[in-house]
């Protein structure tokens, strides 16, 4: 069974920059989609980026191309970044990590099949 566990969450200022990592344990995630959901209060649910097992691929949500940038590392602990470049108020949400072996959520898509961590809040101030 996978666990994901987020990390770099906190508060930025419009314009400003934060990083988010994901930790990956238990099994390997080595295979998998790897990538980022957020969800702010009263929105739904909206996909940021995922990146492609070898890295080599990456995917983004349109609010967000040009300013977010996802990758991955799968030597030793499977671990996987987003930095954020840019921020704007309307980027404040939850941020949550996700794993998918099939490989759907590199198109927004989430099945049964994707594996989520608790989150971390980010907030932009204006």
């Known amino acids: 069974q996978v666990q994901l566990v987020e990390s770099g969450g906190g508060l930025a200022q419009a314009g400003g920059s934060l990083r988010l990592s994901c930790a990956a344990s238990g099994r390997t995630v080595a295979n998998y989609v790897m990538g980022w959901f957020r969800q702010a209060p009263g929105r739904e649910r909206e996909f940021v980026a995922a990146?492609?097992?070898?890295?080599?691929?990456?995917?983004y949500g349109d609010p967000v191309k040009g300013r977010f940038t996802v990758s991955r590392d799968n030597a030793k602990t499977a671990t996987m970044d987003l930095q954020m470049n840019s921020l704007k108020p309307e980027d404040t949400a939850v941020y949550y990590c996700v794993a998918d072996e099939s490989g759907f959520i590199a198109t927004g898509r989430v099945t049964a099949s994707v594996v989520w961590g608790r989150g971390t809040q980010v907030t932009v101030s204006s």
């Open positions: 990146v492609s097992w070898s890295g080599g691929s990456t995917y």
